[in-house]
């Protein structure tokens, strides 16, 4: 059995691990709130830019974007991971990794070679520990990303796509739901889906819009910021799910710390009365051999 003093040692390590973690939960918890705020604001922006989208393709059938047409070469597939760039945030990692690689080996045996575009330094090393090519990354984008950190890496696989490399390309990442639940998603973002330009609403007339300089110019570049749209509605729902992953983490933690310390406390006290009982038994049997001596 451990000494008292171990035990005590124990208990004061614990309890400096229960205040990291305590405060490691706050600073979660109010990041998570800007995550979720920012997240939300970015919502209506790419809802309105998928409208526009659909208006266009409804009102020029006549051209149709090479984002827009199905191919079945069996060339490639490029991939986007979005991770984290620090752990302690539960298991929200290891679960996009794991559909991540679930898609790679699926297109992989479909013939399909894979490319990947790394976000976060997590799926950076866990794709360069397996081997996988990855055309371009971008990491420590830090709590509030910006759109133009993306655009240069996004481009490089978007170039493998316009030369006609990649028959697809997919979008990984947590979906917020709630405080408590994450989603992992594996979306199409290219050839965009067809459910994607859609117009919800048939029946009412399109938009007249004035084009400069001319349609065509607008609509590629309208869906080459829809790709980025995408992309980076992707990347603020997996931060906000990782500041709400790590808080409820944070708080797990804390509170495990707490029971381990009252377990300790437990043990501390019983090894105290076993070495009191055990001075007493010493006394007593030391005074008893006195007494016999003595007569």
Known sequence: MASGKDIRNQIRSVENTKKITKAMEMVAASKMRKAQDRMRASRPYSETIRNIASH???????????????????????????????????????????????????????????TTLAIGSKGLGYLNRIGARIISHVTQLGDAPRIEQLIGPLKLLLDEYNAEKLDAIYLCYNKFINTMKQETVVEQILPLPKDALERKDPDVPLPDYIYEPDATTVINALLQRYIETLVYQGIAENIASEQS???????????????????????????????????????????????????
Do not use: F, W
């Open 56 to 114: 266009l393709a409804s009102a020029h059938p006549d051209y149709v974007h090479p984002y827009m047409v199905v191919r079945n070469t069996s060339k490639g597939v490029g991939i986007i991971v979005v991770t984290t760039d620090k752990g302690l945030c539960g298991g929200l990692n290891t679960n996009i990794l794991r559909i991540a690689t679930n898609k790679m080996r699926e297109e992989e045996k479909k013939g399909n070679k894979i």
């Open 245 to 295: 992953s790590r808080m409820v983490a944070m708080k797990s933690a804390s509170d495990n710390a707490g029971n381990l310390i009252s377990d300790l406390g437990l043990v501390y006290n019983k090894t105290r009365q076993a070495a009191i009982t055990t001075e007493l038994t010493e006394i007593v049997s030391g005074a008893a051999a006195v007494s016999v001596s003595a007569e």
